[in-house]
């Protein structure tokens, strides 16, 4: 006999309980605090942070412990957060050149005002997994030096000196706001810039990567590379001055890219430009190849209809939380429609049988 | 408001006012043209996209204290993700529920329309996961946008012709075009086509929420809503061709259980509502014991 199937409610309950028990694991085992994965995981707090849309290095620890470490998990966590916020303010546009730098460096120029900062990064470890760490002993502290002094010039700008790269026009217009507006095809560069810098890293690699193996081929240079920490400031009506409020981590990748010019109009080299939230520097580099693959149009280039020229097609598929989301809502009860698939497909092979019936 | 002390850290029905005008402004445009997909700005929800928060940012901004709630999914009350919607708004919103189509004021759906008539008042809000009809034709909204614009439909026509030449009859059983008041091509979301004939001259409000992809869509009271057609092929809703096994429906949208593994198999009505209460009125379906109930 048919027992109709109940009790939904029941088992929501019990699969979040089931859910708290596995993220929580074997209880022998000392639990991570959000501290802990503020501070060792800060990697992961910075992807968290960047594709939340979100800077608080503290919510987005505590949304990888929920998450039990799925990042994208953790991101939509930041996210359903954050849509709840109020927007106090809006700040002014940090100004990288003032930048408190932990690496910066060129590709372009081997040494250059400021220097080439290496900060730590993974480039010249060798890739051998480290026994010490699975035996927790204390590290050793990394040795100090002099902070380096005053603004640090960006390579654009001494490229820009002779004219050699194209100017950077500053538009002092207030930049369209993703999450409070549907997306408007087609998007200006802002827009564009404001959904590549909180889309999926993964996707924006490829799409990068499938630059420099030909698909819409840009010829970028790591110009600069610099991650640290800006200043944030904001405009206190009251006061009528600005306010610095605090200061956020993030990375900014600059990229000169094959010319435009043409017999009358000298050639000169373009711009890709990336920035992103925290030390993510994969991500800052991949943006800008992305951004500077999205601007053919306006540099009088070619549509070779590479993934990474097409707009619509690089803006409706970068974010990772509407993806997850549509690509997992398969899951979901769909008895209906495949009922009404059922009876069509066997509507469509009783007429097929009665035709070959009739011809035989 | 409930013992929940998540409830009270945000705004009745979970979005703040501002957005909650934001969709309403939306909601209006829509409802002022019928079928038309009014870009808004669709705001992360906790749930995630693809599991209604189009419907929920929809309900969740035509909300009333004084409303009474019912949510369904395929028909049912009870299905997982209809429960959890329900609990959300019961606990953001402290509004009450019904599983009683006729005493619900506003119902969130996902792919049907209840069985019961709707009356004047209430409000059909569906999810929906793409409401562009036109989109499985042509993937580029600039183009699609434009297409809506110059009333091009051809393109839609062809297809269901192809299907004709194909299979001798349009292979579309659900998510089944509609062209509203005369105007616009409209997906009525993936409804069976079954329910298709319900969306016309409503004398409820219908809305239409996709949240990722950011439109609402509405039908006033009384619209004229018709599935696209041929005269030599014309539109046929469609159901599984028994009786409910519960309750003994003739007509309502069937659901097909599996039974067992030697291919049997009953079809029970997938408005669990309008099953339930047929049988409270002592209508009798093929297999359906009483004394089983406390089993289940």
Request: charged residues 25%; proline residues 7%; negative net charge.
């Amino acid at each position: 006999m048919y027992v109709a199937v109940k009790g939904g409610e029941r088992a929501i309950d019990n699969a979040h309980a089931w859910l708290a028990e596995e993220r929580r694991g074997d209880t022998s085992v000392p639990e991570l605090s959000v501290p802990q994965i503020r501070e060792q995981m800060k990697l992961a707090v910075n992807r968290v942070m960047a594709e939340g849309s979100l800077y608080d290095p503290d919510l987005a620890a505590l949304a990888i412990k929920q998450a039990r470490g799925d990042l994208i998990e953790a991101v939509f966590l930041i996210r359903a957060y954050r849509t709840t916020l109020p927007r106090l303010a809006s700040s002014h546009p940090v100004d990288t050149g003032t930048m408190e730098v932990d690496r910066r460096i060129s590709a372009t120029f081997k040494d250059l005002p400021g220097g080439q900062v290496l900060g730590p990064t993974f480039d010249y470890t060798h890739r051998l997994l480290d026994f010490k760490l699975a035996a927790e002993g204390a590290m050793p502290r990394a040795g100090t030096g002099a902070a380096t002094p005053g603004t640090m010039p960006h390579v654009m700008d001494i490229l820009n000196r002779d004219g050699l790269i194209e100017d950077a026009m500053p538009d002092n217009a207030p930049p369209p706001d993703l999450t409070r507006e549907p997306m408007e095809l087609p998007a200006s560069r802002p827009l564009r810039l404001q959904a590549i810098t909180r889309g999926d890293e993964g996707f924006i690699l490829s799409l990068a990567y499938s630059t420099q193996r030909g698909y819409g081929r840009t010829h970028a240079f790591v110009g600069e590379l610099r991650i640290g920490r800006v200043a944030v400031e904001v405009d206190i009506p009251e006061l009528g001055f600005a306010v610095e409020i605090g200061e956020v981590e993030v990375t900014e990748c600059e990229t000169v890219n094959q010319f435009v010019g043409s017999k009358t109009k000298p050639a000169q080299f373009t711009r890709g430009y990336g920035l992103v939230f925290g030390q993510s520097e994969r991500k800052a580099i991949a943006m800008s190849l992305v951004d500077r693959a999205l601007r053919w149009k306006e540099l009088g280039e070619d549509f070779t209809a590479a993934p990474a020229q097409d707009e619509e097609f690089v803006l409706m598929h970068a974010d990772n939380v509407q993806a997850t989301g549509f690509l997992e809502h398969i899951k979901l009860p769909h008895y209906v429609d495949f009922q009404a698939e059922l009876e069509l497909l066997r509507k469509l092979r009783a007429k097929a049988h009665a035709l070959k019936e009739g011809a035989e | 408001m409930k013992d929940d002390s998540t409830a009270e850290a945000y705004n009745f029905a979970y979005l703040d006012e501002q957005t909650k005008r934001m969709i309403r402004r939306a909601i209006l445009k829509g409802l002022a043209v019928p079928g038309y997909q009014v870009p808004f700005a669709s705001r992360e929800m906790p749930m995630p996209y693809g599991w209604g928060t189009g419907g929920v940012q929809v309900t969740a901004a035509c909300l009333v204290p004084e409303d009474r709630l019912k949510v369904i999914d395929q028909g049912a009350d009870d299905t997982t993700n209809a429960v959890s919607i329900r609990k959300f708004f019961s606990r953001t919103a402290g509004v009450a529920t019904t599983e009683r189509t006729q005493d619900a004021t506003l119902i969130q759906t996902r792919h049907r329309i209840p069985e019961t008539p709707l009356h004047v008042g209430q409000i059909l809000v569906y999810q929906v996961p793409i409401p562009e009809p036109l989109r499985f034709l042509e993937p580029r909204e600039t183009e699609t946008r434009k297409m809506h614009e110059l009333e091009e439909y051809g393109l839609m026509h062809v297809k269901l012709y192809e299907d004709i030449a194909r299979h001798g009859q349009i292979a579309t059983s659900y998510d089944y075009p509609v062209m509203v008041e005369g105007r616009y091509v409209m997906d009525p979301s993936p409804i069976p086509k079954f329910d298709n004939p319900k969306l016309s001259g409503s004398p409820a409000i219908q809305l239409f929420g996709a949240g990722r992809e950011q439109r609402i869509y509405a039908l006033p009271p009384f619209t004229k809503v018709v599935s696209l057609d041929f005269d030599d092929h014309p539109f046929q809703p469609s159901k599984a061709a028994h009786d409910c096994d519960l309750c003994g429906a003739a007509r309502s949208y069937l659901d097909e259980v599996i039974t067992d593994d030697q291919g049997g198999r009953m079809f029970v009505c997938s408005d669990t509502d309008f099953c339930a209460g047929r049988r409270e009125m002592g209508h009798k379906g093929r297999l359906w014991a009483p004394e089983t109930e406390g089993a289940a």
